[in-house]
């Protein structure tokens, strides 16, 4: 039988997933998770085959909560779900070690699909993911300069861009003020800007942004 963790914030895509996977033949137990911590927990108390993750959670960044359980349950394949456009976060989820990615946009569709080729041992990447990763590989000696950037790092980016202050960034991040303006530094330093309007100007320019 199969045990699915499904962790995201929102009730409703929650409720959603669970209809589209409690259909899957062997699918014989749910579990649901609001939060990166409460994810961890379940994942250390229970077994799973497969983990639905979201990238945004509320206490924690996506992104960190798939490296904790790769590095604690390497072999437990994990799905990460996504409101962000697929070339913004999956190559970096790809190499966290998740078995694929998915927006949130596509879910419902493409969701079955990317179950059963997981549950078979395989990693599911769509074609359009494909296709950006063969863009990548075609200009692997050009890097852009946000690609270098730290996981942390691009999603501070991302929000500094967006046009939130320091303050509203540490709040959401759980983060002191003090870190995201290191974070902030950090990136401009990295990317060569001198304050936050560079920032945004490239974003827009790599449709970087929602």
């Known amino acids: 039988m199969i045990r699915v963790l499904i962790a995201d914030d929102h009730a409703i895509v929650r409720r959603g997933l669970r209809q589209i996977l409690q259909d899957l033949p062997g699918v014989d137990g749910i579990d649901e998770a609001v939060n990166g911590q409460e994810a961890l927990s379940r994942v250390r108390k229970n077994a799973y085959d497969l983990v639905l993750l979201d990238i945004s959670m509320p206490d924690s960044s996506g992104l960190d909560v798939l490296k ?25 989820a790809l190499k966290a070690g998740a078995a694929g990615y998915l927006t949130k946009e596509t879910a419902p569709e493409q969701l079955v699909t990317a179950v059963n080729k997981i549950l078979q041992g395989g990693r599911y990447v769509s074609e359009v993911l494909a296709e ?44 002191s003020a003090k870190t995201v303006s290191t974070y902030r530094t950090r990136v401009l330093s990295k990317m060569g800007f001198s304050n936050n309007a560079d920032i945004t ?8 942004l929602d």
């Open 68 to 92: 904790q359980i790769k590095a604690e349950r390497p072999k437990l394949p994990v799905l990460m779900l996504s409101m962000h456009p697929e070339e913004q976060y999956a190559v970096r």
């Open 132 to 175: 950006h990763m063969a863009s990548q590989l075609d200009r692997a000696g050009n890097r852009l300069p946000h690609e270098d950037l730290s996981d942390r790092e691009f999603q501070i980016m991302r929000m500094l861009a967006a046009g939130k202050t320091v303050t509203e960034i540490g709040m959401e991040l759980s983060l």
């Open 201 to 208: 100007r490239y974003a827009i320019q790599n449709q970087l």
